[in-house]
């Protein structure tokens, strides 16, 4: 049976529907094209060579009762076996392994390619922080060094 009344509606509910099959386009285009901020500068510690990248620009975020900031970091150098453990914070200074160890945020994670780490921080960035990396070797050495962190960060 014919519609009898050709509503704006009934002329272009299909057309509607076919633009709504492009967005998975468009959102799979974005997956698979990210976009990271730039690196931090490479610094050499004891044998290992290590360069953090954030993963995205903005201010850290809550996860389990405590404020983060994602982190990658790539070893360039140095046998990434021969650490024992290694922890990432952002603040005044770094955070003794003692306190550390004591929970699951802030430790790296991953593999020789990449290690990930959900680096701890306050709510806010204040002038004096920086981002510490504290590594412990197999051997019971602890290697500590920082970057200062990024201008733009601070203004947040």
Do not use: C
Not at 4 to 20: H, T
Not at 44 to 58: H, Q, R
Not at 128 to 136: K, V
Request: hydrophobic share 45%; glycine share 8%.
């Amino acid at each position: 049976m014919a519609r009898l009344n050709s509503s704006f509606w009934n002329r272009n509910k299909f057309k509607l529907s076919g633009l709504l099959l492009l967005l998975p386009v468009y959102f799979l285009y974005r997956s698979l094209h990210p976009s990271f901020p730039a690196a931090m500068a490479e610094l050499l510690l004891g044998e290992f060579s290590i360069v953090p990248m954030p993963l995205e620009d903005g201010p850290p975020y809550q996860h389990d009762g405590e404020y983060i900031k994602d982190f990658m970091v790539t070893f360039k150098q140095g046998d990434v076996t021969r650490i024992r453990q290694a922890y990432m914070n952002i603040g005044k200074t770094a955070l003794p392994l003692s306190q550390m160890e004591r929970g699951d945020l802030g430790i790296l994670h991953g593999s020789r390619y990449g290690q990930h780490v959900h680096a701890l921080a306050a709510a806010r960035f204040s002038a004096g922080d920086r981002l510490w990396l504290t590594l412990e070797t197999w051997q019971g050495n602890t290697l500590v060094t920082s970057w200062p962190l990024p201008a733009a960060w601070l203004m947040r």
